[in-house]
């Protein structure tokens, strides 16, 4: 009964979150409307992400560390995802938005979660491949490799959904919580 009322709540919470993309979307241009909604929602997830993902210990220095969110090759997505996490917390950390850039890709600062956005996929495996340790990775499509990300977004019927890599996970040291699997729209390796 737990079970059901935690992805019930899940629900309610991506159910919100697009409805606030959508009402920030009304403000735009008409023909950056699509867009700007798809961005929204996008942020809405990785900023959502980091509550259903158990972090092996000491991932956090002390437990006022932040939580750090690094966005590459999305400017739209990097814009609203600090709009959304101003002032709030993942598992009583402050959320900071990371923009990563160019000549980061090598050198990447510590992330907890690193999203690959817009980018060529050839770009994106590169920049994935660069993140080390306890690090949730997110592309903007399935993007081939080793290891792959551990989550990535699809598209079904006009609507922002995402795939989850148990394997990536589990190479990443990550444990996928059993409420964002059922979301999922896909699930490798379960």
């Not at 309610?12 to 023909?31: D, E, I, M, T």
């Not at 000491?58 to 814009?79: C, E, L, N």
């Not at 402050?94 to 510590?110: H, I």
């Amino acid at each position: 009964m737990t079970a059901v009322r935690a992805l019930r709540r899940w629900q309610l919470a991506l159910l919100g979150a697009c409805l606030l993309a959508a009402a920030w979307a009304a403000h735009g241009q008409a023909q950056n409307l699509g867009r700007l909604r798809e961005s929204a929602v996008k942020a809405a997830f990785l900023y959502k992400f980091g509550s259903f993902v158990e972090w092996p210990s000491g991932t956090f220095r002390s437990p006022a560390a932040g939580f750090v969110i690094g966005v590459y090759g999305d400017d739209a997505v990097a814009s609203e995802l600090e709009q959304i996490t101003e002032g709030r917390t993942v598992e009583g950390h402050p959320v900071q938005v990371l923009r990563v850039r160019d000549r980061e890709r090598e050198d990447l600062p510590p992330v907890h979660i690193l999203f690959a956005g817009g980018a060529r996929a050839s770009r994106a495996r590169e920049l994935l491949s660069a993140a080390h340790g306890p690090v949730l990775t997110v592309a903007d499509g399935p993007v081939g490799g080793e290891p792959g990300p551990v989550l990535f977004f699809t598209e079904d019927e006009g609507r922002v959904r995402f795939a989850a890599s148990l394997p990536a996970a589990d190479a990443r040291g990550l444990k996928l919580s059993s409420k964002l699997l059922a979301v999922a729209q896909q699930v490798e390796g379960r």
